[in-house]
């Protein structure tokens, strides 16, 4: 079975840290994380709807220029989502530039800005290109707590962890896993085509069996007897996201919660575990926790990145560490 979301980090692990989620079958993608956005095409680019923001240090929110400089001239919403601070970052950054020739006849481009603190989504800011991207009120997000995007197909939660500041970390949950029998669809006479993207997000959401089904020109089918007939059903893919954190009992907490029986744990692995000193210095994970925490929280995959430079001459240990203290062992 597919998963309908697939992961890869933006940068290898030495560089900027972010997450691209491509969303399959949605025409679109998910950015944890707005660090160098390089090694991204244009065409990935544009396909991005929303951007989960760890916190405003550079190297996690450098890209913005570049993701907005090709949406500039595009209509649409890019959402994003940050800590405390957020909503004035994006506004310091949109005011470096002078916007005198937006207006009324411009691209309907919108950036959507909520700050997510105390476990609550607060309300969207709205920076409008045809407003010359000045910040007004959009509305409450109405979310429950501890969810920063909720749709049909799919959910993001997130957490703050500490890092001298607030930092967070997200998790991607998708609603449930189904895949296409196409022998069964064979036996209903049915053909396959774009018509099963939409009932498979029907399958996703929960909807009830007796809904009719528009099966692309043939008899439109009850969602029970496509369910039972054509459509392979499993848990949804869970993916975590952790960077820029202290090694501190309530962090570590927060980030077992979060990476519970996650099918992939993306974390951070900045130093070896001979230096962990400097790493609590720092206020950032050794090779070795990150390994620990996945295996506590159960994770079934884990990748790690952003690596201090000082092991670039080393490139595997960071790696080999943390897979070894995943495994349960003591060293590489």
């Known amino acids: 079975m597919s998963w309908l979301v697939q992961a890869r980090l933006v940068n290898e692990p030495f560089g900027d840290p972010g997450l691209y989620l491509d969303l399959l079958f949605g025409r679109r993608a998910v950015l944890f994380d707005l660090g160098d956005l390089g090694p991204l095409s244009p065409r990935e680019l544009l396909r991005v709807t929303d951007v989960f923001v760890s916190h405003r240090h550079m190297d996690h929110f450098v890209g913005f220029d570049r993701l907005l400089r090709l949406r500039l001239n595009r209509p649409g919403v890019i959402r994003m989502v940050g800590p405390p601070g957020l909503v004035g970052g994006i506004r310091a950054k949109l005011d470096a530039y002078a916007w005198n020739l937006l207006g009324e006849g411009s691209p309907d481009l919108t950036v959507l800005a909520a700050e997510f603190a105390d476990d609550r989504l607060g309300p969207w800011t709205a920076f409008r290109a045809r407003d010359a991207f000045r910040p007004s ?17 799919l959910q993001v939660e997130a957490a703050t962890l500490d890092h001298g500041l607030p930092c967070l970390a997200f998790a991607l949950q998708e609603r449930a896993r ?73 962090n570590a907490a927060a980030i077992r919660r979060l990476a519970r029986d ?68 003591v060293g590489p």
């Open 178 to 250: 189904v895949n296409v029998r196409v022998d069964g669809l064979e036996r209903l006479g049915l053909a396959v085509g774009p018509w099963l993207n939409a009932a498979k997000s029907a399958v996703r959401r929960g909807a009830p069996d007796d809904l009719a089904v528009d099966t692309g020109g043939g008899p439109p089918m009850r969602l029970g007897d496509l369910r039972a007939a054509a459509f392979q059903v499993a848990p949804g893919q869970r993916l975590a996201y952790v960077t820029d954190a202290a090694m501190t009992p309530a």
């Open 262 to 329: 996650a099918h992939h744990l993306f974390i951070e692995a900045v130093f070896l575990g001979e230096d962990e000193a400097i790493a609590r210095d720092r206020l950032h994970h050794t090779a070795a926790r990150a390994g620990e925490l996945a295996r506590e929280a159960g994770a079934r995959r884990i990748t790690v990145f952003h690596h201090s430079p000082r092991y670039l001459d080393r490139p595997d240990l960071l790696r080999a560490e943390a897979e070894a203290a995943f495994r349960g062992g």
């Open 137 to 153: 009120p959009a509305g409450d997000a109405g979310l429950e707590p501890g969810l920063v995007l909720a749709e049909d197909d």
